[in-house]
């Protein structure tokens, strides 16, 4: 046979991919070694893996229900190869217990990915840079400028959410006037959600071409945040980044970055002399974390109360007791409606918008409940089946608000803004959106859906609703 015919395309990609599973092997072995002679030997229980992939194919399109039902089979701390990434997933409150008191710093690092890479100015931000003083400075100011429990209820940020929920209002208003029966309620509270996040930290203020800044954030973040959950060929085999690159995919992330930076630009310019700050201004992954999560946890809040009519008589009663004929929801009535907030913390329960929380990764070995964790290790808190375990929970697959009623002390049981370093700084921010949202909501309108409430969910690095939630909107009146 000619060399011509060997070296055809097909001969290439089998030489290509017969030097790859020879590299694989001698890397393989190569750490394999390594763990064995520093006497790294309890690695928690796995399912068994195929070749190069690992235990990728036993993963489905909601990994957190994928992780849940393995770890049924093989414990509260399992280890996983997912392609490259050695993963270890834990799925109880008692072991995330043990991580906060005995290793949240030495957990505290995050994986980065080709998208982050791209998309967060190297992973430099604050949801997926790594640990260390830079990254600390950076939380520290967005916590002071705009996420401190102070910032969240100074005047300027209260009219700002009374504004876009206003907003809000008067388009579900304006929906019931023209005897809409199907409103597509999710769109509205993904806009309202935005809304509060962009004018909160960019302000009001219009592009050259008359375009609301906040319209251009807007779909910007939606597709950031879409984006950032994205892991890629290249992420899961490193000597496949090529195909990223064939596939389009970097392009797609470049050109999100190239659309998105100079909007930035602009912002940290305008704040330089006032109070927001450059290294706060860079975190364009803040808004795109702030306004989906908000936005999702209201639209499932709905959604429960749609498929529980005492529950949303019981808690519209309660927040149109406290509003009174006032007809205007204030944010003070919102700490009188206790109900409400019960309400609120069981749907952060039952649909955590981050099921896996964010990645964490070793930054060096760690023993967790008797098995080594060797450094670099990924780490998953599965945080949607913690929240739904029946040792902890009595019915956990039930919308039970009044559960919450008397359960003030931090338990690591329930933990949708996550916990430790790494915790969640928005959530004082993002409670102050929902509950406001929802009392407006459950206040203005009666609902009525037309159809059954479809509960299918889909994930990215948020659980969203699969099918938007369309309802009909009712206005009240007191008479
Ligand atoms: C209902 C609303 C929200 C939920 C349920 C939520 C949940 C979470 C969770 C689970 C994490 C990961 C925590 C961990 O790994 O332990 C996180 C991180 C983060 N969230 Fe939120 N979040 C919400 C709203 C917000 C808002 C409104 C903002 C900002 C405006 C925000 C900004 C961030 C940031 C910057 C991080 C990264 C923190 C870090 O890596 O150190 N979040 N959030």
């Not at 390594?34 to 790294?40: L, N, P, T, Y």
């Not at 807007?218 to 990223?244: C, I, N, Q, S, Y």
């Not at 206790?338 to 929380?357: D, I, M, N």
Request: charged residues 25%.
């Amino acid at each position: 046979m000619a060399l011509k015919e060997l070296t055809c395309p097909s001969f290439e990609l089998c030489l290509l991919l017969f030097s790859t599973i020879i590299t694989i092997i001698v890397s393989k072995l190569r750490t394999s070694v390594k763990v064995e002679s520093k006497g790294i030997v309890n690695l928690p229980p796995s399912p068994r893996k195929l070749a190069i992939i690992g235990n990728l194919h036993q993963i489905g399109a909601l990994p957190y229900r994928s992780f849940k039902a393995l770890s049924e089979k093989y414990g509260d701390v399992m280890l996983l190869q997912l392609g490259h990434i050695p993963t270890v997933v834990v799925s109880s409150a008692q072991v995330v217990d043990e991580i906060m008191k005995a290793h949240d710093l030495a957990l505290s690092n995050r994986g980065q990915s080709t998208a982050t890479n791209i998309l967060l100015y190297g992973s430099n931000d604050i949801g997926f840079g790594n640990y260390g003083e830079r990254w600390k400075q950076k939380r520290k100011i967005c916590v002071r400028e705009l996420l401190s429990p102070k910032m969240v209820q100074s005047e300027s940020i209260r009219l700002v959410r009374k504004g876009a929920v206003a907003e809000l209002v008067d388009k579900v208003r304006e929906a019931a006037a023209a005897s809409c029966s199907s409103l597509n309620l999710s769109e509205l509270l993904v806009e309202a959600a935005n809304n509060i996040i962009c004018n909160s930290a960019l302000g009001q203020k219009n592009d050259a071409k008359g375009v609301r800044r906040r319209d251009n954030v807007k779909v910007l973040a939606k597709k950031v945040m879409f984006e950032v959950g994205v892991v890629t060929l290249g992420d899961h085999f490193p000597w496949l980044r090529w195909v990223d690159v064939l596939t389009g995919q970097v392009r797609e992330f470049k050109a999100t970055f190239a659309a998105l930076d100079p909007l930035f630009d602009k912002v940290i310019a305008e704040h330089r002399s006032s109070m927001f700050n450059k290294e706060a201004a860079d975190d364009d992954d803040m808004f795109a974390a702030g306004s989906e999560t908000t936005s999702v946890t209201v639209e499932w809040a709905m959604s429960e109360l749609m498929k529980n009519p005492m529950e949303l008589k019981k808690v519209q009663e309660e927040v149109r007791k406290v509003v009174g004929h006032k007809s205007i929801v204030e944010e003070s009535n919102v700490n009188q409606m206790e109900y409400l907030k019960c309400v609120v913390k069981e749907t952060l329960r039952l649909h955590p918008p981050a099921p896996l929380l964010v990645p964490r990764v070793a930054t060096r070995h760690v023993k967790l409940s008797g098995y080594d964790i060797p450094a670099k290790t990924r780490l998953y808190v599965n945080v949607w089946a913690i929240q739904r375990d029946p040792r902890v929970w009595d019915s956990p697959e039930d919308f039970i608000p009044e559960r919450h009623r008397h359960s003030h002390t931090p338990d690591f049981k329930f933990i949708p803004f996550g916990f430790g370093r790494r915790g969640c700084p928005g959530m004082n921010f993002g409670l102050a959106s929902v509950e406001y949202m929802l009392a407006n909501l459950l206040y203005y309108f009666n609902w009525e859906s037309p159809q059954a409430i479809d509960m299918a969910e889909t994930f990215g690095l948020v659980a969203s609703k699969r099918i938007p939630l369309h309802l009909k909107p009712i206005p009240f009146s007191f008479g």
